[in-house]
């Protein structure tokens, strides 16, 4: 059981490039969420989503975006890369039911803007 | 906005000594309350939630929770080095997005 996967797991981005960074889970759970995390700081909420075509925002979304097109997908793209964005991105999941369900994470993805 | 605090600095502890973690939050609505742990590179895993007034043990680790004050605390016993980590509070606010606010975290630095 994979549970959730990202990739990459380490990037180098040129100021103004764009990427996508992926996220896929095998798990069956309706909601996803994306996070960046910097050096010291706890866990920023990017984008979530609580089910195939429905996304929404979270606390810092400005320079992203995400699309939902299957349960188990949910990709999250950098259109023009900035040195703000230079952070370790994490992808999440849950499931639907149950308010003390947890979030399971993946590995992450650290990427740099140079 | 729900806000949650981890005001501590890096705590250091003898090996075998309790470590004590304490986290306040400002949503009063706030349903669930996770710890979580982070190694150095790594993602967060889960080690426990609480959602009750109270305490809640699993092993060597005890949440305490008291909603009337706001305040989520983790108490490790026994404290071993493979212990030394960030740890997170994480508080999941009403609604059902599941959608959780993190604290700063609190480093333990377990001192063999």
């Known amino acids: 059981n994979a549970g959730v996967t990202q990739t990459p797991k380490f990037r180098i981005l040129k100021i103004g490039q764009s990427m996508t960074l992926q996220c896929t889970q095998d798990?069956?759970?309706?909601?996803m969420y994306w996070y960046r995390q910097d050096p010291g700081m706890g866990l920023k909420l990017i984008y979530y989503s609580v089910g195939a075509g429905i996304t929404d925002k979270g606390e810092v979304p400005n320079g992203y975006n995400v699309s939902r097109s299957t349960t188990e997908d949910f990709p999250l793209r950098l259109e023009l890369a900035a040195p703000s964005q230079t952070s370790v991105y994490f992808c999440?999941?849950?499931?639907?039911?149950?308010?003390?369900?947890?979030?399971?994470f993946g590995d992450g993805t650290r990427l740099s803007i140079l | 906005q729900k806000e949650v605090e981890q005001n501590s600095g890096p705590l250091s502890v003898p090996e075998g000594a309790i470590a004590s973690l304490n986290c306040t939050y400002s949503?009063?609505?706030?349903?669930?309350f996770f710890w979580y742990r982070q190694y150095s590179g790594k993602s967060p895993e889960l080690i426990m939630f609480?959602?009750?007034?109270g305490d809640k043990e699993d092993g060597r680790f005890t949440a305490q929770l008291n909603k009337a004050s706001q305040y989520v605390s983790l108490l490790i016993r026994d404290s071993q080095p493979s212990d030394s980590a960030t740890y997170l509070c994480a508080v999941k606010g009403p609604g059902g997005n599941n959608r959780l606010a993190f604290g700063k975290g609190n480093q333990v630095v377990v001192i063999p």
């Open positions: 609480i959602y009750s007034n």
């Open positions: 999440a999941s849950s499931v639907r039911t149950g308010f003390n369900q947890p979030q399971h």
């Open positions: 798990m069956n759970h309706n909601y």
């Open positions: 949503d009063r609505g706030s349903q669930s």
